[in-house]
């Protein structure tokens, strides 16, 4: 796996690559969480392709001067298990050390027991923390 920065031309690959791994929602437009990365930090924002050059792999990466924070880490199910996955993590890591971050975060949805264990085996652990959020602007 190649990783590289977002591409405009991936939109529509990386979109489906969502779908097809159940991240993503109704009342979040995926286009509208694209356009929002690019205009902030862009570089952060890795795709992971294969040697045809074909996205199945995504990570967006935010860091706000405290924490960094992953979402959409993404990997073609047809691509699993192969270690695509803590590659990009790995990626995103070095990005956000470089940038003097001390802690990634991450979120998981309840009721996924393989992908709270997939991310333990990377060293991540559940804090004692509740999130909390607050819709600012509706996607339609």
Request: charged share 30%.
């Amino acid at each position: 796996m190649q990783i590289r920065t977002f591409r405009p031309e991936d939109q529509a690959a990386v979109i489906e690559l969502w779908q097809r791994c159940g991240l993503a929602r109704p009342w979040n437009n995926p286009a509208l969480d694209i356009e929002r990365k690019r205009s902030e930090d862009p570089a952060l924002f890795l795709i992971g392709t294969d040697e045809n050059g074909r996205v199945m792999a995504s990570a967006m990466v935010g860091f706000d001067g405290h924490r960094g924070w992953l979402y959409y880490l993404a990997v073609d199910p047809d691509e699993r298990r192969r270690g695509h996955g803590r590659v990009l993590m790995e990626q995103a890591e070095r990005l956000l050390i470089e940038r003097g971050c001390p802690k990634i975060m991450l979120m998981v949805r309840r009721g996924q027991p393989e992908l709270e264990a997939y991310y333990e085996s990377m060293g991540f652990e559940e804090n004692e923390v509740v999130t909390m959020g607050k819709r600012l602007i509706e996607d339609d």
